[in-house]
């Protein structure tokens, strides 16, 4: 979600592409005056400033009752209390009823956390100034609409403001449309808000349950480690100073909520990827007080410099454990990688009691509601058990076709059986003239039918206690401000930048949030959306698929062809292997693979009517046309995360040839073992694919050539349009979550005949 095209959000511009009518390719302009694609026409497209006012009326007539059971005054399920055993304390908190876990709300009773992300004015602001040409309208920054303007006119506009402005004749005042969302949210039935949201007195009044965030890595004074480490900052937590920023931040913020009952719980943060510390700390210099820890724990196991030498391999030994400090170490052997999962472990311990520990002195009423981990991370053992020791609630950002139980259930046991909340999700669908989204779906109403599915066949697990639908708005067409030029522009909310309400999609989702407790408690059987990338038909990505890996004849060549090959049939990576982006029919590879002492051999042919668009380099080569390989030649057994002798190979399709080596203990490292890689790519003689052609070798998996061998393996093709953004991906055996976890990855056997 990332570079833009005519300073554009390439989300938006994806759709676009495939959505323009005839009659709007002349427009100069791409966004017209109600911030709506100018380029496509869709069902619900505002038209004038008189649909905006009819709408007033149109809207309050068609909104719900709300439904489901009796409520008690936070939305729990009145009665339930005394039904199940549960305890009134006051506060919200995690009991049982019968065999499942639930949140139970202050007077005792039964409660779904059903919320909505981003209950605030964020996603929908977009920079303006400096592609004002992309614009039909821009509104005077001191008139009508000054109140649409983020801070007083900064160049950041809000057209879901400026068309509230439009609609109900008067400035902006955001606590009057908190009010209105809150009403349709309810009848909706969503009983609570999300991350990223408004919590004031209006919402107060209101009575609207919400999470917070806890001010971490926001602390005055906290020592912030160098990276950007997933979405936001890590805390140094061995830096004494984080330590009494902490303590201060939290004396200074959570006492004035600390009786709040309405408060559920307080997030640690949002996306930050721990899984990396181990490639990032050995490179920090001597004045990051985590790698001056690790450099005294390398110290405490080894004593002697000659023995981490020997054991870390450092391209020049060090003459004494002091001069490591403000050294770049790289992670180059097998001991130096079981030394940094120790001191993961060590960080993670550390991060976390220090959290808890401060959280508790100022409030002992509210739930530590976990991390907001990504898939990826939450694949990693480690994290999840550590983690799980400390908080009482584990939250996962869980984008998804298909709810796959056992990944959730392998989670909750590592964590040692706490509770889930899943903690951010969406559907989106290119119909609406934007992007799709993080998980596209081909219609709106299919977004309908995979909120029903996501909401009720998770609430179906006896551990999942809630969920938080991101967003409650869509986000602007031309990306959200705080990236920029860059920012995510997608089909992600209830309601559009006009402020009507996608119909299929609340109609669909106030079904399953007025069933819910029905489902949850095993009175209802959950919805199952019948559509094969949600039931693991054959457009979901196979499982153990073995591609046997023949001997290479004397002189084979990489020339594009595959004269001198095994004569085998090729493995199909085809277009119902799809794991991200929508179905193209035109879209697949065919891949051949032999061996010998010194090489993995690969040539694959893709077909792709718009071959060899990739303008990115090194890490990000994954973004436009290309193959990737998976390779993991050690611990077999080991189905979680990744290890250390694990290779991801990238190869960009352009006419360098450009390929990468991630997983490799840091991107210079990636970079060094890419040049000992020989790789071609040739144009196809039809014009509508191309040939990636490699040798790699052996040394750069870990894995010893012999007759009989197996390794983990897989597959994928990436399809761009216009060489920045992946809108297709194609997965031989695993799925969109290869890059940081092997557990599906498939197998190679190398044989002889």
């Known amino acids: 979600m990332k570079v833009t095209l005519l300073c554009f959000s390439l989300l938006a511009l994806a759709s676009l592409a495939h959505s323009q009518p005839a009659s709007a390719t002349s427009l100069k302009f791409q966004v017209d005056r109600y911030g709506q694609s100018a380029r496509s026409d869709y069902p619900g497209k505002v038209k004038s400033d008189d649909e905006l006012r009819a709408d007033i009326e149109l809207q309050r007539q068609a909104l719900p009752v709300p439904g489901g059971p009796e409520k008690d005054a936070y939305g729990g399920v009145a009665g339930s209390g005394a039904a199940y055993g549960l305890k009134k304390t006051g506060f919200f908190h995690v009991g049982t009823a019968g065999d499942r876990q639930v949140l139970v709300t202050p007077e005792g009773n039964v409660f779904f956390h059903i919320a909505v992300c981003g209950l605030h004015n964020i996603d929908d602001y977009t920079v303006v100034q400096g592609r ?22 900064s160049g950041v506009l809000s057209f879901q403001i400026t068309n509230w402005i439009r609609k109900f004749k008067k400035p902006y005042d955001q606590n009057e449309w908190l009010a209105q969302s809150i009403t349709r949210l309810r009848a909706w039935g969503f009983n609570s808000t999300g991350a990223f949201s408004i919590a004031n007195a209006t919402t107060r009044g209101l009575r609207v349950p919400y999470t917070a965030a806890l001010p971490i890595e926001s602390a005055p004074g906290a020592k912030l480690l160098p990276d950007q480490i997933g979405a936001a900052k890590l805390i140094d937590p061995f830096a004494p100073e984080t330590v009494a920023a902490l303590d201060k931040a939290f004396a200074s913020s959570l006492p004035a909520q600390a ?71 790289s992670v180059r052997s097998e001991a130096g990688a079981a030394d940094m999962h120790a001191f993961l472990k060590l960080y993670l311990a550390t991060y976390y009691a220090l959290v808890r520990d401060t959280f508790k002195k100022y409030d002992a009423n509210h739930l530590l509601i976990g991390s907001r981990w990504t898939p990826g991370t939450s694949g990693y053992e480690d994290i999840v058990r550590i983690g799980g020791k400390y908080v009482d609630v584990v939250s996962i950002n869980y984008y998804t076709h298909g709810i796959d139980k056992g990944f959730l259930t392998r989670a909750h046991e590592w964590s040692g059986g706490r509770p889930i909340i899943l903690s951010e999700w969406h559907y989106g669908s290119t119909a609406s003239g934007l992007g799709g989204g993080a998980i596209e779906v081909k219609t709106l109403a299919d977004r ?21 639908w991101f967003i409650y708005a869509d986000q602007s067409i031309t990306g959200r401000w705080f990236s920029g030029f860059h920012g995510e522009g997608g089909n992600t909310g209830l309601v559009d930048v006009t402020d009507r309400p996608y119909a299929d999609l609340v109609a669909a989702a106030k079904l399953t949030n007025d069933r819910i407790y029905d489902v949850m408690l095993g009175k ?26 023949h001997r290479a004849p004397p002189g084979i060549a990489l020339d594009g062809t595959t004269n001198n090959w095994p004569g085998v049939p090729t493995e199909p990576v085809d277009a119902l292997r799809l794991v991200n982006g929508l179905p193209n029919p035109a879209l697949r590879g065919d891949f051949r693979l032999c061996w010998d002492e010194r090489f993995l051999y690969l040539h694959i042919l893709v077909k792709d009517p ?24 050690k611990d077999l057994k080991t189905t979680t995360g990744i290890v250390f002798d694990d290779r991801q190979v990238i190869f960009g399709a352009a006419e360098t040839a450009p390929l990468f080596v991630a997983h490799a203990g840091g991107e210079a490292e990636g970079r060094r073992l890419a040049k000992e890689c020989r790789a071609i790519v040739v144009k196809d003689v039809s014009g509508s694919g191309y040939v990636i052609a490699a040798a790699l070798p052996w040394s750069m998996f870990g894995v010893t050539p012999e007759n009989g061998v197996e390794f983990l393996f897989d597959v994928a093709v990436n399809n761009s349009d216009d060489g920045h953004l992946r809108i297709q991906q194609l997965m031989w055996n695993g799925n969109h979550d290869n890059s940081t976890h092997r557990g599906a990855w498939g197998r190679a056997r190398l044989v002889t005949n």
């Open 448 to 468: 309908g039918h995979a909120y029903r599915n996501y909401l009720e066949q998770s609430a179906s697990l006896p551990f999942i206690v809630g969920s938080e």
């Open 610 to 633: 718009t071959p060899l668009q990739n303008k990115r380099a090194h890490g990000g080569l994954w973004s436009g046309d290309g193959v990737e390989l998976f390779v993991g030649g």
């Open 132 to 153: 004002e040409h992309t614009y039909e309208w821009l509104p005077d920054a001191k008139g009508e609409f000054a109140t649409a303007w983020r801070s007083g006119g």
């Open 524 to 549: 209802k059987k959950p919805y199952a959306f019948q559509d094969p990338k949600f039931t693991g038909g054959k457009s979901a990505a196979a499982a153990n698929r073995v591609v046997r890996v």
């Open 259 to 329: 009786k709040d009952p309405l408060l559920i719980g307080y997030f640690l943060g949002n996306e930050q990827h721990f899984e990396l510390l181990p490639r990032l700390i050995p490179g920090y210099k001597g004045d990051v007080a985590a790698k001056i820890r690790l450099v005294d724990m390398l110290r405490e196991k080894y004593r002697d410099i000659a023995a981490f030498n020997d054991a870390w391999k450092p391209a020049q030994p060090f003459a004494d454990f002091e001069s490591a400090k403000d050294a770049a170490l």
